[in-house]
């Protein structure tokens, strides 16, 4: 129930919502449709299996994109940043976090969980 599936920038992992305690975060829970949730906890441990490596250039390429607000993109086949891999998972179970959700920062997330009105889940 508070597992986490997670990517951060020594790869992806499984995780705890304890392993969290302490610091300053919320979790908000998205619109599932039935089957949703299962289909995008399997699209992250699809991840988890068959991408192992962070964006790092991907990364680059959107500090490039924010400091110079050029279009041009760039990354590595099978590689994701943490957001990107929270995109993709969601954009399979059909909830919309636009169009371009390969590139999504955390705050776009934040954004479409803000504007979405998802509800804050207590930990």
Sequence with gaps: RSGLIQTNGSGRGAGNVSDYA???VVYRRPPYVAPGRNVAVQAMGELLRNHDHYGWWTIFSV???LLTGTRFRFGVANCL???GAV???LTRANIDVGDDSDWNSPADLAEYAIAGNWPVIPC
Excluded: D, P
Aim: one cysteine or more; proline letters at 0%; aromatic letters at 8%.
């Design 87 to 89: 995109s993709y998972a």
């Design 22 to 24: 302490g610091q300053n």
């Design 81 to 83: 940043i943490c957001s």
């Design 63 to 65: 500090a490039l994109t």
